[in-house]
């Protein structure tokens, strides 16, 4: 004879290992609020359709909540003995409210039952992954508002290409932000359905009414077929996916202001707060926030990863597999949330060193375009003017000179089509606002840019 709640047809107990093995507990607690909540709606669903009496339902709706709070202030200890989160709460309430306990999985499997856990948790997690996100979009309008004319060299290769607002850089995240908050917005519809009253697979033969319970659970609609609510995974690979997708570009991120604060930048400072310093040398400051989150990065990857392949082999419906799809789930909550959580100060706090910024751009060669269109404008073919310009640049780094430091002599030397206006042309300022076609680096384009990016903010 068995102890455990399905030990009627078993007549040793698990071996040891097995019971370790086996036991979810250790993580699934996490899901104590949502269990509580999903028993609490069916305890109601079972009443109200007359499949258990209303004297019953208060018992165990109130035991119920005893069970929570004791759960939740220590009081009551949760054992591996009884596996996961919803048999220890059974147990909990057997001890609590006695034998009535019993009637609580009346029409219900823990199939069904961790799915609407899982669907309850991921809801309310995904809501507010969404406003952190929403934060660190604010600061970063915040901090574009104040660097509209602040100009830095644009890159591509990682070499200077073209001069650029830093508004305009900031807010290039800010839309990549606003495409994962849409993402996330999306997968709640696939989210925000309900599979309680699947039963373990087909159902059950109780008069149950599972419109009742996603109603009082707060859920849009209900699961169209039993099998499918109860093997369905997709929307924690769909939330994994998100996640990697917001985490790849919150490591992007990192990863210039990691760039920017080195010394051969000396773009930004962080604040103290966000940095540590070295055990040996002195004089460090190094930028270990930013490095842990484009560090972490991986191991949210590798939660998708392993979910997929989780998943990949399985055939309908339940397997115990399933109960690996918890640990990275709630890793990928946890990552995310401090994430974003410390992204946000971080970059608030972080000071732009606007003059360093403005040398750089006059020290580099990145106003060359300008030079090659200002001949085109002059009535000079672009490949011509390609082709001059590669001319100039070279003649210039041989001198150990920028352009703007080139006598109108020279210039003429390589074509009469250069007047002294050119100066104006070459100035960081002036190759900036040239750029005012939409979505441009120009001053008057990145503030419409902020407008628009301050529209869809949400005020929370
Ligand atoms: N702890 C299990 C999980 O997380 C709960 C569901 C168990 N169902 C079962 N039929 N064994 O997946």
Known sequence: MSSKVWGGRFTTSPNQLVEEMNASICFDQALLDEDIEGSLAHVAMLARCEIIEEGEAQT?????????????????????????????????????????????????????QVATDMHLYLKKKVQNISSLLNDVQTVLCEKAESHIDTIVPGYTHLQRAQPISFAHHLLAYFWMFQRDAGRLEDSLKRIDVSPLGAGAIAGTTFPIDRAFTADLLGFKEVYPNSMDAVSDRDFIVEFLSNASILMMHISRLSEEMIIWSSQEFNFVEFDDAFCTGSSMMPQKKNPDMPELLRGKTGRVYGHLMGLLTTLKGLPLTYNKDMQEDKEGMFDTVETLEKSLAILAPMLETMVVKKEQMYESVKQDYSNATDLADYLVTKGMAFRQAHEVTGKIVLSAIQQKKN???????????????????????????QVVSARGSIGGTAPNQVKKQLNHAKSLLKSN
């Not at 609590?96 to 999985?105: D, N």
């Not at 080139?406 to 050119?422: A, G, M, R, V």
């Open 60 to 112: 165990l709706t109130e035991g119920l909540k005893t069970v929570h709070e004791k759960v939740a202030s220590g009081e009551a200890t949760l054992r591996a003995q009884y596996e996961d989160i919803h048999m220890n709460v059974e147990m909990l309430l057997h001890e609590e409210i006695g034998k009535l306990a019993g009637k609580l999985h009346t029409a219900r499997s823990r199939n069904d």
């Open 403 to 429: 352009l703007l430091d080139l006598s109108l002599e020279e210039y003429q030397s390589f074509s009469t089509f250069i007047d002294s206006d050119l100066y104006e042309a070459l100035r960081p300022e």
